[in-house]
């Protein structure tokens, strides 16, 4: 379990008598944070030249962290912090789009399917010459890693996902929701017309705060915390990322057919079978009260934890539970 000192240093006074063996997920809430991660470094990776942070020692065991939209690195500086003491080799990159992320090549597609967002992983991996990695994430991160983990489980040690099972079926996202499910998902529509794309052109930040806002309804972030992440959304090809994953989760803009037999793979819903630990903040309007949705497509060692008081920016939210959450992760 994450020590007592390692919890203090992160998460302040309002939480320290708090006993990270026994965490009460509904105040394992984080003051606003300070911390700011090391040097990014890069990195050559696929396609990519990729912007990451890591903590802890480089013999540690990997955990690979990921973020989703419109977040970035900062998400996880703080579960970072009380991990690396425990031995962990904290790794944070910037999703493709994100930060100081980039292309290799002004060539190629500004892709955002979630085929290609999983290879992006594989290929850091790759790079850091990492087997077998720990992989947590939240929002796109969450989809990230649940895809790893279903297609690549050799090279899964564990998995945690905020949200759960996320993996996008295109046929089941023909169908409409209930209306009140689609008014959460104003933003997905509205980046499918040109009026959206100028909108995330022009109001990024805006925008990106609205989000948090809607996503945390409970979160009192300051104005720091919101700028230090803010800065990453203004990548050049940001636009066109973000705009193709919403975009090519409703059908309205093409993959690329170099991968359609890892997209067909992932439309048969598979089943992940490597150890994993998922999380809901309860006040996060896209999650349900509970893992009854998803729960029979883990098919291994598993545990679901709910948090009161906590959205859908949880990593930040909630550090030391989602710290918690991949050291049991590790134990399963």
């Not at 990230?144 to 564990?158: D, F, H, M, N, Q």
């Amino acid at each position: 379990m994450l020590s007592r000192r390692s919890f203090g240093k992160v998460i302040g006074a309002t939480a320290v008598a708090a006993s990270v063996a026994g965490l009460d997920p509904a105040t394992a809430t984080a003051a606003p944070s300070t911390s700011q991660p090391g040097a990014v470094k890069q990195i050559n990776a696929g396609l990519l030249n990729v912007g990451y942070a890591e903590w802890g020692p480089q013999d540690g065991t990997p955990v690979i962290c990921h973020h989703g939209w419109p977040t970035d690195i900062h998400s996880f500086v703080d579960a970072a912090n009380l991990l690396a003491p425990q031995g962990y080799r904290v790794i944070a990159p910037f999703t493709r789009g994100y930060g100081s992320t980039t292309f290799r090549s002004d060539r190629t597609f500004r892709n955002a399917q979630q085929s290609v967002v999983a290879l992006d992983t594989i290929a850091l991996m790759d790079a850091l010459k990492i087997d077998k990695a720990i992989l947590a994430g939240f929002d796109w991160g969450a989809r990230t890693v649940s895809i790893i983990g279903a297609l690549w489980p050799e090279r899964t040690k564990a998995l945690v996902s905020v949200g759960g099972y996320v993996i996008t079926n295109l046929q089941s996202n023909l169908d409409p929701l209930p209306p009140e499910g689609e008014h959460k998902w104003w933003h997905q529509f509205y980046f499918a017309t040109e009026r959206g794309k100028k909108g995330l052109e022009r109001n990024r930040d805006a925008l990106a705060r609205l989000m948090w806002q809607q996503e945390s309804p409970n979160w009192n972030f300051d104005d720091a915390t919101f700028a230090r992440t803010a800065a990453s959304l203004h990548n050049d090809d940001h636009v066109a990322i973000v705009l193709h994953n919403y975009r090519w989760r409703l059908s309205l803009a093409k993959g690329d057919p170099r991968y359609d037999g890892l997209e067909r793979k992932l439309a048969k819903a598979p089943k992940i079978d490597v150890p994993t630990v998922t999380l809901h903040g309860l006040d996060d309007p896209f999650a349900a009260p509970n893992d009854s949705g998803y729960r029979d497509k883990f098919t291994g060692k598993y545990k679901f934890s709910a948090l009161k008081g906590i959205g859908g920016k949880l990593p930040m939210e909630a550090p030391a539970a989602f710290a918690q959450a991949v050291v049991d992760a590790d134990k399963l």
